[in-house]
Structures are given as C-alpha cells and as structure tokens.
C-alpha cells in the first residue's frame, strides 16, 4: 500500500510539476483570490448602492446587483447647480497647480542632484526636516492672510508647492542619468535649464508622469485647505461641493423621517454620497490607465540610488 501510495503522489507531483503550480501555489493562490475579492466588493457594493432605491438599501445593505436600479441619485446630484462650481474650480486648481507642482519639484531635484552645488548637503537636511516637522496650520493661515490671499484660488495653488518626498525621489532618478548626457551639450555652451528642458525631462518621461498623476491626484481630492481659506461659494472645490450636498440630503432625509418634508425634498442620503464617490474618482480612474505603465519603473528607478 505505502509502494503504491508513494508512486501516486509521484505521478501526482509529475502532473502538477508539467503544469507548473504546486500546493504551494494553489494555496498562495487562493489566499489572494480571496483577498482580491474583500478588496473589490466594497467598490461594487459602492456602484450598487448609488444605483439602488432606499428601500431596498434598507432591506439589504450589502447589495451586489440592485434589483430595482435607478438613476435618481445621480440625477439629484448631478441636476444640482453647485457641482457645476464644484468641478469648475477643481479643473482650475488641477490645471494651475500641476505645472506649478511639476515646475518647483524638478527644478529643486535637478539642482540637488549636481555635486557642485554649494550648499548641497545643508539644503537637502533643511528640505528633509520638513518631512518630521512643520510650523502648523495657524503660522500657515498667518503668513496667508498677511500676504492678502485670503478667500482667492491663489490661497490653495501657491499653498502647495513642492512635495519633499517626490522631490528626492525625483532627484535619485536624475543622478540616475549618467553624467555624460550633461557634459556634451554643456561643452558646447548649453545652460543648466538647457540641459534640464532639452534633456533631462525627456529623459525623464517615467517620474514625470508618475508624479504628475500624484499631484493631481492631490489636486483633485483638495478640501482641507480651501475650508480654511475659502469662503466665496464660486471657489469652492469639487469635494466641498459634494459635502454640501450630502449634508443637505442627510438634512432631508431626517426631515423626511420626522414627517416634515415635502416629495420633492426627499432624497436618499447613502445613494447619494456613493454617487459622489463615484463622481470623484471617475476622472482619475480614467486617466490612470494611461500612465500605469510608468508606475513601477519611474518609482523603482528613483528609489534606488540614494
């Protein structure tokens, strides 16, 4: 018995073997598949319930398919006059903040990444304590103000300026570059933002889109700073907006419960903040198939050398 017991579990090991998965596999693998699925139900669960009813939200919360689906929510929120302001001003901040953004990150890494720079080991320490510390939101709000900035869109894309931590990796991906491909054009006269423009960011393609979807990114889901700052309902950006009007469906909704509300102002709270979910991150879920490819080599390039 143990003889034939022993030649199965070869053939077995053989046949798998040819297939190239194991136990070790089928387990890895299952374990990942399970895991796949507790990462993607709650996106689901997401798009089903702004497309559900609130009735049938109550009835089963956890909803995969909605068996009633409606447009409704979306139509509420979307017929709402200030998520035109909303994405208005988002699009202004992304589109005046990402050169701004790009701009002081490259020109402050290609400056780090020369050894000549004097002053080079001082200002990467002084860039570097700032990762650990910072002067808090009331120096912030102070220096703001005193400059007149209060209440303008310029308060939020001057506010953020240069990521410490883009910015190194960005600068390991420059002293990734040989040094060759700066010497030649520099003999024949060319200037450092020659050579940064003309050379180094074509050479650059990976970080530069792998950041510039980050800032946007950063961009886009702006709210802390412009509640600070913002008081002028014509600036404020897209997640405010959508804050907005969240609260006022959860007002209605609670009018509703209490009898008060008429069948106009009555609107499905949770439907419509995963619609608002769903609003948010379409735009960047569409836009971030187009540079995945340069994810893993841009940030793997710039995290290695230090």
Known sequence: MSIDATAKGSQLTAYVGKKRFDAYDIVIGAILTIWAIIIVFPFFNVIAVSFATDKEYLQTPYLFFPTQPTIKNY?????????????????????LGLPYNMLLTTMTAYALSKDHFPGKKFFILMILFTMYFSGGIVPQYLLIKNLGLINTRWAIILNYGCNT??????????????????????????????????????????????FSLFFAVDRWNEWFTSMIFIKDPQLTPLQLVLRSIIMTAQFSQLQNAAGTASEMQVRFAKGMKMCAVIVTMAPIMFVYPFVQKYFVKGIMIGAVKA
């Open 75 to 95: 139509a509420q929120l979307m017929l709402d006059s200030r998520i035109i302001i909303g994405y208005r001003t988002t699009v202004m901040y992304l589109l």
């Open 165 to 210: 931590f883009y910015m190194i990796v960005m600068r390991n991906y420059f002293m990734s570059i040989p040094s060759e491909m700066q010497e030649s054009p520099r003999i024949d006269g060319a200037s450092e933002l020659r050579i940064l423009f003309s050379i180094m960011l074509p050479l650059s393609l990976p970080i530069l889109a792998t």
